[in-house]
T-cell receptor
Framework: AQKVTQAQTEISVVEKEDVTLDCVYE???????LFWYKQPPSGELVFLIR??????QNEISGRYSWNFQKSTSSFNFTITASQVVDSAVYFC??????????????FGKGTHLIIQP | DTGVSQDPRHKITKRGQNVTFRCDPI?????LYWYRQTLGQGPEFLTY????????KSRLLSDRFSAERPKGSFSTLEIQRTEQGDSAMYLC???????????FGSGTQLSVL
């Protein structure tokens, strides 16, 4: 069975600092999708990015960037120049291509990010 | 998109009672998922519908749990004879196709006393 590990339970930084959230996954399948979701205090999970296992290119979207490395089974997320509005719980998740999406996402336990003003 | 709606937002019940939650997905989305999330944990997959057909169920889903999606539109999740361990946030999500991003509702917070 697949597994997603987010070892950082909570991170606290001062606004404008850069912060990296770690995600390590385990699966025997070679084809899969990885995701990051944000869960603000309101509770509704918000999609941030999807990456398939064939595409190891790093991606940047504004202040957000993602580093996917199959060799270390990691999919880390960096926020540059953090802002108070970035405060939330961030989840990394995995789904297998073989499941067709029917078996849902396997989530990590999440990292609670606190940005102090 | 009006978003995924869940009702009620909060439900407090006594142990042994039955409860039912409702989810209205985004209208053109034919895939619907239920997840359960407890404090300090990530969401856990419960079940999946493709239109009106329930195609996947997690082993986490005991016989006391049942879900329906009549006519492939809204979905209901019923828990019979609730137990204190059922206390959690129940999340609904929908998507158009497999592997697309999921749109989540705000969830129903269940407290079993």
């Amino acid at each position: 069975a697949q597994k997603v590990t987010q070892a950082q339970t909570e991170i606290s930084v001062v606004e404008k600092e850069d912060v990296t959230l770690d995600c390590v996954y385990e699966t025997r399948d070679t084809t899969y999708y990885l995701f990051w979701y944000k869960q603000p205090p309101s509770g509704e999970l918000v999609f941030l990015i999807r990456r398939n296992s064939f595409d190891e290119q790093n991606e940047i979207s504004g202040r957000y960037s993602w580093n996917f490395q199959k060799s270390t089974s990691s999919f880390n997320f960096t926020i540059t120049a953090s802002q108070v509005v970035d405060s939330a719980v961030y989840f990394c998740a995995l789904t297998l291509f073989s499941g067709g999406g029917a078996d849902g996402l396997t989530f990590g336990k999440g990292t609670h990010l606190i940005i102090q003003p | 998109d009006t978003g995924v709606s869940q009702d009620p937002r909060h439900k407090i019940t006594k142990r042994g009672q039955n409860v039912t939650f409702r989810c209205d997905p985004i209208s053109e989305h034919n895939r619907l998922y239920w997840y359960r999330q407890t404090l300090g944990q990530g969401p856990e997959f419960l079940t999946y519908f493709q239109n009106e057909a329930q195609l996947e169920k997690s082993r986490l889903l005991s016989d006391r749990f049942s879900a329906e999606r009549p006519k492939g539109s809204f979905s209901t999740l019923e828990i019979q004879r609730t137990e204190q361990g059922d206390s959690a946030m129940y999340l609904c999500a929908s998507s158009r196709q497999g592997f697309e991003k999921l749109f989540f509702g705000s969830g129903t917070q269940l407290s079993v006393l």
